[in-house]
């Protein structure tokens, strides 16, 4: 599955943004990861593409909301009150192989999209 992100940019401290993810074809789940410059990648928040609770890291629960539009095969991030140490390069993950949990396995993978947030 091909996977086109876009969405990335800049915001204030406290600012919003709001990341797309379009699949070429079926997924199961899909997921946005982030990786900032000397850390390692970290999940983000995990949605099923049929049903099931999204999945969240504390760091952004409360902040950011994960959501899915399957006529379009597009999954969205929308995240609010953004601080500095969300700054990353975001990532768009899918997979289409079905188990109980979204919260691993990730086989295919977007060319990421930069938040910076000052």
């Known amino acids: 599955v091909q996977l086109v992100e876009s969405g990335g940019g800049s915001a204030q401290s406290g600012g919003s943004l709001r990341l797309s993810c379009a699949a070429s074809?079926?997924?199961?789940?899909m997921a946005w990861f982030r990786q900032a410059p000397g850390m390692e990648r970290e999940a983000v928040a995990a949605?099923?593409?049929?049903?099931?609770?999204?999945l969240y890291a504390d760091s952004v629960l409360g902040r950011f909301t994960i959501s899915k539009d399957n006529a379009r095969k597009t999954v969205y991030l929308q995240m609010n009150s953004l601080k500095p140490e969300d700054t990353a390069m975001y990532y768009c993950?899918?997979?289409?192989?079905?188990?109980?949990?979204?919260?691993?396995?990730?086989?295919?993978w977007g060319q990421g999209t930069q938040v910076t947030v000052s």
């Open positions: 949605i099923y593409t049929g049903l099931g609770r999204p």
């Open positions: 993950a899918a997979r289409t192989w079905r188990s109980s949990t979204c919260a691993y396995g990730y086989t295919d």
């Open positions: 074809g079926y997924t199961y789940c």
